[in-house]
């Protein structure tokens, strides 16, 4: 089946500095590939999806390139903010039920 | 945005008793899910639901799960009768297409088996 393996957590940063989360993926089929962002007591929502192979999505700064070829989909922002602290996921959706396979999160702290 | 509607945001209930949750979709969306997570790991997919059938479920929808949408009220996530390890959090989320569209997730249900 599909599956999402994303950097493992927790990540640690200071406000102004770079984030990479790396995230690589599994399917047999053309995905479409998401981040999603979750805050304390909240549901997923969506940070910026990329359906297209070699096309980059982006979205409060943040951006990832769909690399058909490595399979990956690393998220990335150069200077993160202390109100970027939430969990990262990376997900696919491949077939035509909408079903979401979600990596398994990485926890964001940005200090001050 | 959307909003995906979530009631109750916690259920205390004891094992091998019945709970209902909730979820009430975005305005004209087709396309319901329903995800589990345990606290501090990854949401899993249980079941999504189209057209009054259920399309996909996973291997954690057991038996004593089941869910329905009757005449576009909400759409519930039954659990007959509940297991210890049934406690986590329940989220509902909804699309318009299916496919490639995106899901709007609700705040979750924080479900507590005793």
């Known amino acids: 089946g599909d599956s999402v393996t994303q950097t493992e957590g927790p990540v640690t940063l200071s406000e102004g500095t770079s984030l990479t989360v790396n995230c690589s993926y599994e399917?047999?089929?053309?995905?479409?590939l998401f981040w999603y962002v979750q805050y304390p007591g909240e549901g997923p929502q969506l940070l910026f999806k990329v359906p297209k192979a070699n096309e980059k999505g982006s979205n409060r700064g943040f951006e990832a390139t769909y690399n058909k070829e490595a399979t990956s989909f690393h998220l990335q922002k150069a200077s993160v903010q202390e109100s970027d602290s939430a969990v990262y996921y990376c997900a696919l959706s491949a077939g035509n039920t909408g079903k979401l396979t979600f990596g398994d999160g990485t926890v964001l702290t940005v200090k001050p | 945005g959307p909003k995906v509607l979530q009631i109750p945001s916690h259920q205390i209930i004891d094992m091998g008793q019945m709970v209902t949750l909730n979820c009430d979709p975005v305005?004209?969306?087709?396309?319901f899910y329903w995800y589990k997570q345990i606290l501090g790991q990854q949401m899993e997919f249980l079941v999504n639901f189209y057209n009054g059938k259920v399309m996909e479920k996973s291997k954690l929808f057991k038996d004593q799960f089941s869910v329905e949408r009757p005449d576009g009220s909400y759409f519930t996530l039954k659990i007959q009768p509940t297991a210890l390890e049934d406690s986590a959090v329940y989220f509902c989320?909804?699309?318009?297409?299916?496919?490639?569209?995106?899901?709007?997730f609700g705040a979750g249900t924080r479900l507590s088996v005793l």
């Open positions: 399917t047999k089929q053309y995905p479409t």
């Open positions: 305005s004209n969306h087709l396309y």
């Open positions: 989320a909804s699309s318009s297409t299916g496919g490639m569209d995106t899901l709007y």
